[in-house]
């Protein structure tokens, strides 16, 4: 059939309060126009992240009623391990509440004064939390990916050149090379298996170790098995063994490709290394057993890693945001193309010339989709990564805005239903104008920034 139908029944359901114009225009001023700051029952369709916002599976609701909350030793721990190491073979898995905590953990070690981490793209915590260590994050994707409208099978790639480059250059000051799966600041867009296995071989060849920022593994398994000669009749499975084989660990948001709500975890194979970080994990998250989670948390991951490489669920997965994709196309709307795994990117800064850079026209259009139709996104350009660690401000190489699709959650007439939302903006796009930041904090500023209208000349 051409329709990929939602792979799932709908078993329980959730309301929505439906608003009007003028009350999301009062509410949006009263949020200093930053959409995080929104309530979330003030929201019609929450675009905002797909991060912990999954709907769980029968199964993980049942699992939770397992979970063993012993402070040691728990059996729900030993499941968790054994689902993980089932796809990552590493050898010390370390749950965390959430993916950013296994960063904090691994850069605090690993970072400092002085070090230089290289990545394909490295997303707002993880950049923040290489940068309270004192070391710089610097990104080396392909020159394709940095061309919105481009289409390439795996625009997240890792630019090998400039990577060999680069750790030649500062020799002895790279502790770590890290790849994003997929490339969420650069469009959702995949990375190949080509460039995963030449990237860890030529970080063991300047003698670095070699990571994964693993979030969305799953989706980037399934973009190899469709775009890489070779993988067509490879399990997704069997794609995701072979992806890590090549990494010395991984970090790990289990709120993105397992479905959970909460939760993660820090994988290593060095046995020193891994000591360290468990001495720091229970300092401040827990003990190794469970970490930050309770036993039902890493129970519903252990369930949920089983069921996030079911092929037909991926296949509806990447179908979702490239319908939208094609519908925002015939519109007229500049989107980053292919369609990425996880959401749909929007090149803000094509579709708003008239809005400059600093004038975040990002910004411009969150606001709008959320007063025109009750839609919250996300920007990821100048207000996320515009701001540098000397205090200053320049324009971020691209300003997008994201819709990321929680997992489970939305149907086809919510698609539909962004895309009007779309139609509609798209006829008073010259009318929107752009913002100031009137209050601001020193790191991660988009999550509580608040914002002023500029009028319009």
């Known amino acids: ?54 709907a769980m599976s029968a199964m ?39 993916g950013r905590a296994a960063e904090s953990i691994l850069f605090s070690l690993i970072g400092g004064e002085g070090k230089v981490i ?64 997929t490339n969420n600041a650069g469009g959702g867009q ?4 080509d460039n995963i296995r030449r990237t860890g071989e030529l970080a063991h060849k300047y003698g670095v170790p070699f990571f994964i920022d693993s979030c969305r593994f799953a989706e980037n398994a399934y973009f190899i098995k469709l775009r890489e000669p070779g993988f067509s009749k490879t399990t997704v499975s069997d794609i995701v063994r072979m992806m890590f084989s090549h990494a010395d660990g991984m970090t790990m948001s289990a709120k993105k490709d397992a479905f959970a709500n909460i939760g993660g975890w820090l994988a290593l194979n060095d046995d020193a290394l891994a000591e360290k970080a468990r001495s720091r994990l229970i300092q401040i998250e827990g003990f190794p057993t469970y970490g930050g989670l309770a036993g039902r948390d890493l129970e519903a991951i252990a369930q949920g890693l089983s069921e996030i490489v079911d092929e037909d669920y991926l296949a509806y997965r990447l179908r979702t945001c490239e319908y939208v994709v094609e519908q925002l196309v015939a519109l007229g709307v500049p989107v980053v193309l292919p369609a990425g795994g996880h959401a749909v990117f929007v090149d803000a800064r094509a579709w708003l010339p008239h809005i400059p850079p600093l004038e975040y026209p990002g910004q411009a259009v969150v606001a709008g989709l959320y007063e025109y139709g009750g839609i919250r996104s996300c920007e990821i350009g100048t207000v996320m ?22 997992r489970r959650v939305y149907t ?32 991660l500023r988009h999550f509580t920034s608040k914002f002023q209208r500029i009028a319009s000349v």
């Not at 012993?70 to 509440?97: C, D």
């Not at 995949?190 to 298996?193: D, G």
């Not at 539909?416 to 798209?426: H, K, S």
């Open 1 to 54: 059939m051409k329709t990929i139908i939602e792979p799932f029944r709908i078993k329980t359901v959730e309301p929505i309060r439906l608003t009007t114009f003028e009350e999301r225009q009062a509410l949006l001023q009263a949020a200093h126009y930053n959409t995080f700051l929104l309530k979330s029952d003030d929201v019609i369709i929450d675009l905002l992240t797909d991060s912990g916002t999954s």
């Open 60 to 98: 993980q609701w049942s699992v939770l009623m397992r979970g063993d909350e012993s402070y040691a030793g728990s059996p729900s721990y030993q499941r968790f391990k054994s689902a993980v190491n089932e796809l990552m073979p590493f050898k010390h898995i370390l749950p965390t509440h959430q």
């Open 118 to 181: 290289p990545s394909n793209t490295h997303f707002d915590t993880t950049r923040s939390n290489v940068e309270a260590s004192g070391a710089e994050a610097h990104d080396l994707v392909i020159d394709e990916g940095m061309d919105p409208a481009l289409e390439h099978p795996f625009k997240g790639n890792m630019d090998i050149a400039k990577l060999d480059a680069f750790l030649r250059a500062n020799k002895g000051h790279v502790p770590c090379v890290m790849t994003t799966i």
């Open 190 to 193: 995949p990375v190949s298996m």
């Open 385 to 406: 990564f515009g701001r540098k660690t000397d205090g200053t401000e320049e324009a971020a190489a691209m300003d997008l805005v994201r819709l990321a699709m929680p």
């Open 412 to 443: 086809q007439s919510h698609a539909d239903c962004v895309v009007e939302v779309f139609a509609e903006l798209n006829k008073v796009k010259e009318t929107l104008t752009g913002f100031r930041i009137i209050e601001e904090p020193l790191s």
